[in-house]
Each structure stands twice: as structure tokens, then as C-alpha cells.
């Protein structure tokens, strides 16, 4: 699939970001998020799903349920990322997702934790129902990590979120998590100021 790009080239970039969107939407639509997060020496790439979904069903739904979707698009995370990677270590690499993308963006890096530059769900928490083993292996030896969502998003459960930061921390992410009062399903100032001091650190 097609990857929007913004930003320096991978070739002259000292950092990178890969930006995953959400359901019913595009790669240009999540691009415009990379576009607030402007920052010199920076490769901004968006990935684009087919059918703009990066499976069918909830996040929330057995496993199984989105196979093969699921392996597909952690797929294509996994083969951006190592093209970012002939350039950019990952320890300057920021992962981004809204969403759908949130959640396929925390569980890829869940399940190939290690140092990166910034891990970052917008209305997002781990993939799979109440009950899933979170056992993964590797460590974030470090790794900043924001999630931010609504108390009341209808599409993620805020027991959700909490969750899913307690796994990162378990992981030896720094984790920052924010639940925003009867915020609704979108991305708030509040996160993207949040997001822009990772990207200011790395």
C-alpha cells in the first residue's frame, strides 16, 4: 500500500516519525496531525490501509476475529519501520497512531518492545478482549510513552487505556497516560503539545 511522506527524506533525516490512522480514514488524513508536529530534521511517513481500515472488526474482538487483517497490517508497520531503519536508528524513531491506528500502533510495539525515540496512542489501547495475555517479551528500556483519550470515548474504554499503560510500564516504558473529561472521539491541543515535547527531546 502507498505511504504518504512529509518532512525531510529518509536520507537526510536524523529522526523519523510513522503516523498510522484510523478507521474510515487515510494517510492523509492522519498526516495532518504530522503536520503540527513539523520538525527540522524529521521524515514524517504515513501508511495507508486498503479499504481505509486496518481490520474489520473491534479492537475489542477475539483475535482470531481480524485474522489475517491483523497480522497483515502489523505487518506493514514492521516493514516501514525496517525501511526506516536502513537511516534511522529506532532509537530515533516516534510511533503515532489515532484510533484504530492507536491500537494497531501500541500493540505492534508491545510485541517488538524495545528503545524507540516515542510511542504514542490517540484514543487507543492493546488489541484482543478482556482477558488477553499481555505477556510480552523485550523491553522499552526507557521509552517515553503518552496515550491520551476521552473518560467516555465510545469506541475505547478508558479500562482500556489504563491497562494498556500498566503493560508499557511492566515493559520499562515512562509512561504518560491522560483521560480528558467528556473529551469526544479526537485528538485535543493538550495531546498534541504532549506528542511535540517528545519530538523536541529526541
Known amino acids: 500500500m502507498p505511504v504518504v511522506e512529509a518532512g525531510e527524506s529518509l536520507a537526510k533525516a536524523r529522526a523519523a516519525m510513522i503516523l498510522v490512522h484510523g478507521r474510515g480514514a487515510t494517510a492523509a488524513d492522519i498526516m495532518t496531525l504530522g503536520t503540527e508536529l513539523i520538525h527540522p530534521g524529521f521524515a514524517y511517513l504515513a501508511p495507508q490501509a486498503e479499504g481505509n481500515a486496518w481490520?474489520?472488526?473491534?479492537f475489542t474482538a477475539p483475535l482470531e476475529a481480524n485474522e489475517p487483517y491483523l497480522s497483515a497490517a502489523l505487518g506493514v508497520i514492521?516493514?516501514?519501520?525496517?525501511?526506516?531503519?536502513?537511516?534511522?536508528?529506532?532509537?530515533?524513531?516516534?510511533?503515532?497512531?489515532?484510533?484504530?491506528?492507536a491500537c494497531l500502533t501500541l500493540e505492534f510495539a508491545a510485541r517488538h518492545a524495545r528503545?524507540?525515540?516515542?510511542?504514542?496512542?490517540?484514543?487507543?489501547?492493546?488489541?484482543?478482549?478482556?482477558?488477553?495475555?499481555?505477556?510480552?517479551?523485550?523491553?522499552?528500556?526507557?521509552?517515553?510513552?503518552?496515550?491520551?483519550?476521552?473518560?467516555?470515548?465510545?469506541?475505547?474504554?478508558?479500562?482500556?487505556?489504563?491497562?494498556?499503560?500498566?503493560?508499557?510500564?511492566?515493559?520499562?516504558?515512562?509512561?504518560?497516560?491522560?483521560?480528558?473529561?467528556?473529551?469526544?472521539?479526537?485528538v485535543s491541543q493538550d495531546e498534541i503539545d504532549a506528542v511535540?515535547?517528545?519530538?523536541?527531546t529526541v
Open 78 to 101: 514492521e516493514n516501514l519501520l525496517a525501511r526506516v531503519e536502513a537511516t534511522i536508528p529506532a532509537q530515533r524513531v516516534i510511533l503515532l497512531g489515532f484510533s484504530q491506528g
Open 196 to 200: 511535540r515535547e517528545i519530538v523536541e
Open 55 to 58: 481490520y474489520p472488526y473491534p
Open 115 to 186: 528503545r524507540y525515540a516515542g510511542v504514542v496512542g490517540l484514543s487507543g489501547g492493546l488489541i484482543g478482549p478482556a482477558g488477553t495475555s499481555r505477556d510480552y517479551p523485550g523491553s522499552f528500556d526507557g521509552t517515553p510513552v503518552f496515550l491520551g483519550c476521552s473518560d467516555i470515548d465510545p469506541h475505547i474504554p478508558k479500562e482500556r487505556v489504563i491497562e494498556t499503560g500498566e503493560v508499557f510500564k511492566r515493559l520499562g516504558a515512562k509512561v504518560t497516560m491522560t483521560l480528558y473529561p467528556g473529551m469526544g472521539h479526537t
